[in-house]
């Protein structure tokens, strides 16, 4: 199956012509995913900050990830699901946006980016958890997590836009 059938095939589930032909179940999934992108993003920029040396450097890095991350997780499960009902509703249409594109390219950078955090210097935290010295790769990947979830508020809002 080609990606143009599949966005097609993906609107026609009812669920995607309910939330699209009802006057307030698009609205409010539209607002249940802002609150929780705001969730997501604040708890997300709440560890960059850390790991940047910008605020919380009294607390090891271990006690604020293991306080904001259960936050971000669940925050980020419910973006996902609201996200994904938005796009079902007209999937054919979103696809064809430039804002919608560069929104999912900086949410794909920044899963690559905590990835390789979480793969990299963040399985050494033991040696540096309450040091003030952040190694120069988790401060990196703070540094472009800020930005690449600053770029899918940004897009994202673009794309409501079109």
């Not at 009812?14 to 609150?35: A, D, K, N, Y």
């Not at 910008?54 to 609201?82: M, Q």
Request: glycine share 8%; aromatic share 18%; proline share 3%.
């Amino acid at each position: 199956m080609d990606f143009e059938r599949a966005w097609f095939w993906l609107e026609g589930f009812w669920i995607s012509g309910t939330i699209r032909e009802s006057m307030w179940v698009f609205p409010v999934i539209e607002t249940l995913h802002v609150v929780t992108l705001a969730m997501t993003v604040g708890s997300i920029a709440l560890l960059d900050f850390r790991l940047l040396g910008i605020g919380f450097d009294k607390r090891p890095v271990r006690h604020a990830a293991a306080e904001a991350l259960p936050w971000t997780w669940r925050a980020f499960v419910a973006t996902c699901l609201s996200g994904f009902l938005m796009f079902a509703s007209a999937a054919s249409y979103y696809v064809t946006i430039p804002a919608f594109r560069y929104k999912a390219l900086c949410l794909l950078l920044a899963g690559i980016n905590m990835l390789v955090l979480h793969f990299g210097s963040w399985r050494d935290l033991g040696a540096w958890n309450d040091d003030a010295r952040i190694p120069v790769a988790a401060k990196t990947a703070a540094a472009l997590s800020l930005l690449f979830w600053a770029g899918v508020v940004v897009f994202g809002r673009w794309t409501g836009f079109y």
